[in-house]
């Protein structure tokens, strides 16, 4: 599976941007897909994911009621609406996929080895 992500830019705080990832390539039926984030000297950290079927979508506390991720199957993409954005939300984000035939437990979408394939980052900048 290979991803493309996008839609990072400049925004000021309360504003909102959605980012997109595209997968290509072989889709099981189970599957997962996440957002992380990497603040420059920080680690990277969970954001968002979505598991399927189901379609469960945990999220890290410090954005939770603020953003939103959602896959479309038609076009093997999958987005994170970021509203009331904050400086400190600044950092590249990454998407990663699972690509294996057993669907994950939920306990471990939040774990960067659940995922097999990662997009390029796209750069979200918050000014205050």
């Known amino acids: 599976v290979q991803l493309q992500a996008s839609g990072g830019g400049l925004v000021q705080a309360g504003g909102y941007l959605r980012l997109s990832c595209v997968s290509s390539?072989?889709?099981?039926?189970?599957?997962?897909v996440a957002w992380f984030r990497q603040a420059p000297g920080k680690e990277r950290t969970f954001v968002a994911a979505?598991?399927?079927?189901?379609?469960?979508?945990p999220y890290a506390d410090f954005v939770k009621g603020r953003f939103t991720i959602s896959r479309d199957n038609a076009k093997n993409t999958v987005y994170l609406q970021m509203n009331s954005l904050k400086p400190e939300d600044t950092a590249v984000y990454y998407c990663?996929?699972?690509?294996?035939?057993?669907?994950?437990?939920?306990?471990?979408?939040?774990?960067?080895?659940?995922?097999?394939?990662w997009g390029q980052g796209t750069l979200v900048t918050v000014s205050s």
């Open positions: 979505i598991r399927w079927p189901g379609n469960n979508t």
């Open positions: 390539g072989h889709t099981f039926s189970n599957g997962a």
């Open positions: 990663g996929a699972r690509d294996r035939s057993t669907r994950p437990i939920l306990s471990s979408l939040s774990l960067t080895a659940t995922y097999d394939s």
